[in-house]
């Protein structure tokens, strides 16, 4: 079952512009993950924040985890044509090996 | 070496055909993970390895058999699959103590007629 709910489901900005992206959860968690997704191949590892983080930064990703609301949000800024791709938060429960729960994905668009 | 290698990268495979599917890391990661992802939609979750041994089994139809004969490698055995079976087929690995992070490979596409 699908546990993160990406939002908005597609995005389309100008080159250059920020891009926000919001992701929901419906169950306790461990850590949540960023995922990027380029035409349909395989998965890069963007960023993982834990559940006793509240913000994390990475380059031009800035992460952040409500556990309140359940919540998350990936924010890219200075955004480039390469960026163009689908992004998607996945949770673990921890333990491990376990396997992520990923959501619907947003799929963005930069414009140049 | 920090990558996940699939091959083949693309096969077409008949209902009544049995092909397999291999992954490989040299990571030293002692998980490895099947996922499958239908287009548009997000990876779901198959198969978790840990330490060569099945540790989840997310209710997938016995057509699909996993195998992990050693550390470094991981297989998806195919028999008498559905047209609906079709879709990228994604293997990952990673730490068995990171609680997190996964390598993914770039799939195999997989396509049954």
């Known amino acids: 079952s699908q546990q993160g709910e990406e939002d908005p489901q597609a995005l389309s900005i100008q080159e250059g512009e920020n891009a926000t992206m919001n992701c929901s959860y419906k169950?306790?968690?461990?850590?949540l993950q960023w995922y990027r997704q380029n035409s349909g191949r395989g998965l890069v590892h963007l960023i993982l924040i834990r559940s006793n983080e509240r913000e994390k930064h990475s380059g031009r990703l800035r992460v952040t985890l409500d556990t309140s609301k359940k919540s998350s949000s990936l924010l890219i800024t200075a955004s480039r044509a390469a960026d163009t791709a689908s992004y998607f938060c996945a949770t673990g429960s921890g333990g491990g090996a376990d396997g992520l729960t990923f959501g619907k994905g947003t799929h963005l668009i930069i414009q140049p | 070496d920090t990558e996940v290698t699939q091959t083949p990268k693309h096969l077409v495979m008949g209902m009544t055909n049995k092909k397999s599917l291999k992954c490989e890391q040299h990571?030293?990661?002692?998980?490895m993970y099947w996922y499958k992802q239908k287009a548009k939609k997000p990876p779901e979750l198959m198969f978790v390895y840990s330490y060569e041994k099945l540790s989840i089994n997310e209710s997938v139809p016995s057509r699909f058999s996993p195998e992990c004969p050693n550390s470094s490698l991981l297989n998806l055995h195919l028999h008498a699959l559905q047209p609906e079976d079709s879709a990228l087929y994604l293997c990952?690995?990673?730490?068995?103590?990171?609680?997190?992070?996964?390598?993914f490979g770039s799939g195999t596409r997989l396509t049954v007629v």
């Open positions: 990952a690995s990673s730490q068995r103590w990171a609680q997190g992070a996964k390598t």
């Open positions: 169950t306790s968690i461990n850590n």
């Open positions: 990571m030293g990661h002692r998980a």
